[in-house]
């Protein structure tokens, strides 16, 4: 079975004083790391936060004193996996090889054909 792993990394950057500006530097330097380990399938954005009074999700992006910690979300897809746990290790195995000692967990995993694949890169 296929599968989509979407993991949550929080991404450290020190001496920023702007959130676009943290988030720029998470990105880049995750995709850096990723890509240094020939793992460009690894998709890499910033992740959405719930406003805990209206609910609207912003950037997950924090900085005090000059330090910002950006919630990164990091997607990979797992080919010929057993079950949904073993999709979940193997990404996580594969994905924290490359971005060592950065804190990942797993936030969703969904199942795919692989007619669907094939039908979406078709229409590219």
């Given amino acids: 079975m296929n599968y989509l ?15 676009d500006d943290a988030i720029g530097v998470a990105v880049s330097e995750a995709g850096k790391r990723l890509n240094d380990q020939d793992m460009d399938y690894v998709e890499v954005d910033v992740g959405a936060t719930g406003c805990p009074a209206c609910g609207e999700p912003f950037d997950s992006a924090f900085i005090a004193a000059d330090t910002a910690l950006v919630g990164l979300v990091l997607e990979m897809k797992v080919f010929n ?15 924290g090889g490359a971005l060592r000692d950065v804190p990942l967990s797993v936030v969703e995993t969904i199942e795919f054909e692989e007619d669907e694949e094939a039908d979406a890169s078709a229409g590219a």
């Fill in 5 to 19: 792993v979407a993991m949550e990394a929080a991404w450290l950057v020190r001496d920023v004083e702007d959130i």
């Fill in 81 to 95: 996996a057993e079950n949904t746990e073993h999709a979940q290790r193997i990404a996580k195995s594969e994905v």
